[in-house]
T-cell receptor, first 115, second 116 residues
Framework: AQKITQTQPGMFVQEKEAVTLDCTYD???????LFWYKQPSSGEMIFLIY??????QNATEGRYSLNFQKARKSANLVISASQLGDSAMYFC????????????FGTGTSLTVIP | EAQVTQNPRYLITVTGKKLTVTCSQN?????MSWYRQDPGLGLRQIYYSMNVEVTDKGDVPEGYKVSRKEKRNFPLILESPSPNQTSLYFC???????????????FGSGTRLTVV
């Protein structure tokens, strides 16, 4: 089974609108971390936001928020007030286990912001 | 500046010619890892290292070797590259997992490898 599933290969959003990028995960561990990374066309991987499995509040970082629904095993990224510079590939990732040996990535969602 | 440095950024080579992609981090991180990124497949882990002299296979280790003789360096070696190893490669590092708290990766800038 896939550890991280991103079901939206491509998304479009109007500038200044909000957009939600979906991510579901699969783990039997109690302790895990969920991450979102942004990859612009230049190729580098940029850390956006983190949510720990024990965190009761949804994580927020500026215009980014993580909608964490533990029972549904979902960790959706919400980008508010989209900007043209948000056009990029977005990856959801999970680090699990007592030793954190594995760090799993989804296949990514390509977001295009339309002026 | 805290960073992971990968070299080279771009590399075109021929089938069978041994190559090494270097990776160095200046954050005293214990954990380092190599990934390859291919369209539609996301990032797949090749090898990882929990500390000096401790390495283990990820999901796609075939055709690759690594070593961790020093904490800061984690080179990726392709002994006999083949065209199916054409990909974008990332080195990444992080502090050790600490249970309830966790750390994400710091990534290198990537190495785009083409094997012809």
């Amino acid at each position: 089974a896939q550890k991280i599933t991103q079901t939206q290969p491509g998304m479009f959003v109007q500038e200044k609108e909000a957009v939600t990028l979906d991510c579901t995960y699969d783990t039997s561990d109690q302790s895990y971390g969920l991450f979102w990374y942004k990859q612009p066309s230049s190729g580098e991987m940029i850390f956006l936001i983190y949510q720990g499995s024990y965190d009761e509040q949804n994580a927020t970082e500026g215009r980014y928020s993580l909608n964490f629904q533990k029972a549904r095993k979902s960790a959706n990224l919400v980008i508010s007030a989209s900007q043209l510079g948000d056009s990029a590939m977005y990856f959801c990732a999970m680090r699990e286990g007592r030793t954190g040996n594995q760090f799993y990535f989804g296949t990514g969602t390509s977001l295009t912001v339309i002026p | 500046e805290a960073q992971v440095t990968q070299n080279p950024r771009y590399l075109i080579t021929v089938t069978g010619k041994k190559l090494t992609v270097t990776c160095s981090q200046n954050m005293n991180h214990e954990y380092m890892s190599w990934y390859r990124q291919d369209p539609g497949l996301g990032l797949r882990q090749i090898y990882y290292s929990m500390n000096v002299e401790v390495t283990d296979k990820g999901d796609v280790p075939e055709g690759y070797k690594v070593s961790r003789k020093e904490k800061r360096n984690f080179p990726l070696i392709l002994e006999s590259p083949s065209p199916n190893q054409t990909s974008l490669y990332f080195c990444a590092s992080s502090p050790t997992w600490t249970g309830r708290t966790t750390y994400g990766y710091t990534f290198g800038s990537g190495t785009r490898l083409t094997v012809v």
